[in-house]
């Protein structure tokens, strides 16, 4: 099994190399906030991406973190439907 996620490259906040130099990641709340999700759920997506990050080649880290999303996307369903 293989997880996915579409974080954005970016400069942070006081980095002082070249623009052109990404030095971190931007993940998308927007996607969730829509969904209706607050604090307390994106403490459960960086449980997640934890979990993953710490054993990346663990299957029962992957199912892990894929039961959390699976159960965070069925609290919070998209408000347009499905496509």
Do not use: H
Request: hydrophobic share 35%; glycine share 8%.
């Amino acid at each position: 099994m293989q997880l996915t996620s579409q974080p954005n490259r970016n400069t942070v906040p006081g980095e002082t190399r070249s623009p052109f130099q990404t030095s971190g990641i931007r993940l998308g709340a927007p996607a969730c906030t829509s969904r209706g999700m607050g604090e307390e759920e994106f403490r459960q997506i960086a449980k997640a991406i934890d979990i993953v990050l710490r054993n990346p080649e663990s299957d029962k880290a992957r199912d892990e973190a894929k039961a959390i999303a699976m159960k965070l996307c069925a609290a919070f369903p998209l408000p347009y439907g499905t496509i």
